[in-house]
């Protein structure tokens, strides 16, 4: 469909501003610029994909749909994001350009991996997992966006807090603000469109029946 196509092209090229614009070297010198990152990585042109993808060719939620299980897909996105946000691998990403790239390849797989889980298949026979797994995604999203824009110390280290006019602490917090306000809402936005859906296919087959 028309429609697919243009979504997964909308995701290639989100990638491409991404990877391509200023927002990589942005991100080695402040947290902000990583963060945005990570959030129009998997909030953004993860889902644009999987909804280009879904119910096509390369669907692979319904070739392997063990590893796509919603709830298995965000348990792995939960450990994969934590995981690059603890300081030595956060640290690594900002200072090797092959832990960036392995960094952001990985915030790529887990994205598409949970938003393919919850769109892509059958989806009436997945709707209630999809949404289970896209609201848990969310809810550790936004504690993660929580505990950064709360904390009392700076966890990472870039060379541009100061020159940005911001204290290395602000820029953390300034970071896990982004966080809440667009990679936990994504996450949470996907699951009620799910849920609405559902309750719409519900409400026509009533009708019929």
């Known amino acids: 469909m028309i429609w697919r196509r243009l979504s997964f092209m909308l995701g290639l090229t989100t990638l491409g501003a991404v990877w391509l614009g200023p927002l990589p070297d942005m991100?080695?010198?402040?947290f902000v610029g990583h963060m945005l990152m990570h959030v129009m990585v998997v909030a953004v042109a993860a889902p644009l994909l999987a909804i280009?993808?879904?119910?096509?060719?390369?669907?692979?939620?319904?070739?392997i749909p063990f590893l796509f299980s919603p709830i298995l897909a965000s348990v792995i996105e939960l450990f994969?994001?934590?995981?690059?946000h603890m300081p030595a691998l956060h640290h690594a990403a900002r200072t090797s350009?092959?832990?960036?790239?392995?960094?952001?390849?990985?915030?790529?797989?887990?994205g598409l991996l949970v938003?393919?889980?919850?769109?892509?298949?059958?989806?009436?026979?997945?709707?209630?997992?999809?949404?289970?797994?896209?609201?848990?995604?969310?809810?550790?999203?936004?504690?993660?966006?929580?505990?950064?824009?709360?904390?009392?110390?700076?966890l990472f280290e870039h060379t541009g807090s100061a020159l940005s006019g911001m204290s290395p602490l602000e820029d953390q917090q300034m970071g896990g603000v982004i966080m809440l306000a667009f990679g936990g809402s994504a996450y949470l936005i996907g699951g009620l469109y799910l849920l609405f859906g559902l309750l719409q296919d519900k409400r026509n087959a009533f009708s019929v029946s």
Not at 80 to 84: E, K, N, S
Not at 97 to 110: I, W
């Open 27 to 30: 991100a080695d010198r402040l």
């Open 115 to 154: 938003w393919l889980a919850a769109f892509g298949g059958v989806r009436h026979q997945r709707a209630l997992a999809g949404i289970a797994g896209l609201l848990l995604t969310s809810m550790h999203m936004t504690l993660l966006g929580v505990l950064l824009a709360m904390s009392s110390r700076p």
């Open 52 to 63: 280009g993808l879904a119910g096509g060719r390369f669907d692979f939620s319904n070739h």
């Open 80 to 84: 994969v994001v934590w995981a690059w």
């Open 97 to 110: 350009q092959s832990a960036e790239l392995l960094e952001q390849g990985s915030y790529l797989f887990v």
